[in-house]
């Protein structure tokens, strides 16, 4: 084993407005943070938190710090924008100084659309759609339980509209303080850790592909893509290495700042959709379905950055779009995933509804059509790259 695996350094960085700290024992260091404080609002899906060990770490943090507590336990994959609005009550009924969001990216993205809502006011769309502006808002201290979505790390939250059916993201806040401990993720399922880990490695391919990613971002990409390539075999064959979900977890909080700083674009536009109307659909199992065959106009439109992130992937990339495509199948496939679209219920009628709300809604259409450099389509083009699918 390489020694750069052996090296798992603790550390701690600030990046936008979000102070971040990494490695085993992170959450150790939140009461520092809670002075003046005397009661927060938990925020956790339905088992990851207490299966992880975090909650029950959390909850003895907080003790020290006689920080009082309440509990929502309630968010679900895929997060309704109700969601949210429930747990602004909660902290208005409750009285919480901030919310402590413990899982991961729909924990979190509820989370930060709460906390708005909770002071300033209005629906969690508004805030999505960016009609309303979460400033000011209540502080969120967020505790990652997974390495996929980096939204630890970035202002971004995904939700899925109540009143349309629509799942859309958008700039909202930065968490105050995030926690990335790598062993909290090792209770996640085999497919989770799967899919966490394909949503970080689509995060850092279409940041670099977006029209105009500068250097940084692709650096950063690059950098994410290399960890993923490299580390997500090694978690399938040793899953109880801390080692290889530090390399996954690291990956997955750079894809966060790859997106803050160079949004994604095509693929996660339509998944988005896909897992809104099917929210049994992992996001990030999503991506992997549907990203083979989409990349092939992602790199035709940005052949320099995707030859460059694919390569980072697969050293043997011939440089096509038809190799674009090759190159994340294999990779999907060599560390066993082959789930498809009619695993979880999604037919042809329902994968063209998704791809005509994709072209219906003003923000995602416009990302579809800006942030891929000469890219014409329209939902029956794209259609027609997605139905081999089914």
Same mark, same amino acid.
């Given at each position: 084993?390489?020694?750069?695996?052996?090296?798992?350094?603790?550390?701690?960085?600030?990046?936008?407005?979000?102070?971040?700290?990494?490695?085993?024992?992170?959450?150790?260091?939140?009461?520092?943070?809670?002075?003046?404080?005397?009661?927060?609002?938990?925020?956790?899906?339905?088992?990851?938190?207490?299966?992880?060990?975090?909650?029950?770490?959390?909850?003895?943090?907080?003790?020290?710090?006689?920080?009082?507590?309440?509990? @929502?336990? /309630? *968010? #679900?994959?895929?997060?309704?924008?109700?969601?949210?609005?429930?747990?602004? $009550?909660? %902290?208005?009924? +409750?009285?919480?100084?901030?919310?402590?969001?413990?899982?991961?990216?729909?924990?979190?993205?509820?989370?930060?659309?709460?906390?708005?809502?909770?002071?300033?006011?209005?629906?969690?769309?508004?805030?999505?759609?960016?009609?309303?502006?979460?400033?000011?808002?209540?502080?969120?201290?967020?505790?990652?339980?997974?390495?996929?979505?980096?939204?630890?790390?970035?202002?971004?939250?995904?939700?899925?509209?109540?009143?349309?059916?629509?799942?859309?993201?958008?700039?909202?806040? @930065?968490? /105050? *303080? #995030?926690?990335?401990?790598?062993?909290?993720?090792?209770?996640?399922?085999? $497919?989770? %850790?799967?899919? +966490?880990?394909?949503?970080?490695?689509?995060?850092?391919?279409?940041?670099?592909?977006?029209?105009?990613?500068?250097?940084?971002?692709?650096?950063?990409?690059?950098?994410?893509?290399?960890?993923?390539?490299?580390?997500?075999?090694?978690?399938?064959?040793?899953?109880?290495?801390?080692?290889?979900?530090?390399?996954?977890?690291?990956?997955?909080?750079?894809?966060?700042?790859?997106?803050?700083?160079?949004?994604?674009?095509?693929?996660?536009?339509?998944?988005?959709?896909?897992?809104?109307? /099917?929210? #049994?659909?992992?996001?990030?199992?999503?991506?992997?379905?549907?990203?083979?065959?989409? %990349?092939?106009?992602?790199?035709?439109?940005?052949?320099?950055?995707?030859?460059?992130?694919?390569?980072?992937?697969?050293?043997?990339?011939?440089?096509?779009?038809?190799?674009?495509?090759?190159?994340?199948?294999?990779?999907?496939?060599?560390?066993?995933?082959?789930?498809?679209?009619?695993?979880?219920?999604?037919?042809?009628?329902?994968?063209?509804?998704?791809?005509?709300?994709?072209?219906?809604?003003?923000?995602?259409?416009?990302?579809?059509?800006?942030?891929?450099?000469?890219?014409?389509?329209?939902?029956?083009?794209?259609?027609?790259?997605?139905?081999?699918?089914?």
């Amino acid at each position: 084993m390489s020694s750069l695996y052996r090296n798992l350094v603790p550390f701690k960085w600030t990046y936008g407005e979000v102070t971040l700290h990494f490695g085993a024992g992170a959450v150790g260091a939140l009461p520092g943070y809670l002075a003046g404080t005397k009661r927060v609002l938990l925020v956790t899906g339905r088992t990851s938190a207490r299966a992880s060990g975090a909650l029950s770490d959390v909850e003895r943090s907080l003790s020290s710090a006689g920080v009082e507590r309440s509990l @929502y336990d /309630r *968010v #679900s994959p895929n997060p309704q924008s109700s969601q949210a609005e429930e747990v602004a $009550e909660l %902290v208005k009924s +409750t009285g919480a100084d901030a919310v402590v969001a413990i899982g991961g990216g729909s924990v979190i993205d509820v989370s930060k659309v709460g906390s708005a809502i909770a002071i300033g006011g209005g629906s969690a769309m508004d805030y999505i759609y960016g009609r309303i502006k979460a400033v000011p808002r209540l502080p969120v201290y967020a505790v990652n339980l997974t390495h996929g979505t980096g939204s630890e790390a970035n202002r971004y939250a995904n939700l899925t509209d109540i009143a349309v059916g629509d799942k859309i993201g958008g700039e909202v806040c @930065y968490p /105050r *303080v #995030s926690f990335d401990d790598p062993r909290y993720t090792l209770t996640m399922p085999r $497919e989770e %850790v799967l899919c +966490t880990s394909f949503d970080a490695l689509y995060h850092a391919y279409e940041s670099a592909t977006t029209a105009g990613s500068p250097p940084l971002a692709q650096d950063i990409s690059e950098a994410v893509v290399r960890n993923v390539a490299r580390a997500l075999p090694m978690a399938g064959t040793d899953p109880s290495s801390v080692e290889h979900r530090y390399w996954l977890m690291y990956a997955a909080m750079l894809g966060g700042v790859a997106i803050d700083i160079s949004p994604t674009n095509l693929i996660h536009a339509v998944e988005n959709f896909l897992s809104g109307m /099917r929210p #049994s659909l992992p996001h990030g199992c999503g991506l992997a379905i549907i990203g083979p065959s989409l %990349v092939r106009l992602v790199h035709a439109a940005s052949p320099d950055a995707s030859t460059r992130m694919l390569r980072a992937l697969d050293p043997d990339f011939d440089g096509t779009p038809e190799g674009a495509t090759a190159a994340l199948s294999k990779f999907q496939s060599s560390v066993g995933f082959d789930r498809t679209l009619g695993d979880y219920g999604i037919d042809g009628e329902l994968l063209a509804t998704a791809v005509k709300r994709a072209f219906s809604n003003e923000l995602s259409v416009n990302r579809i059509r800006s942030r891929l450099a000469g890219l014409e389509l329209d939902a029956e083009k794209l259609l027609r790259y997605l139905r081999s699918l089914l």
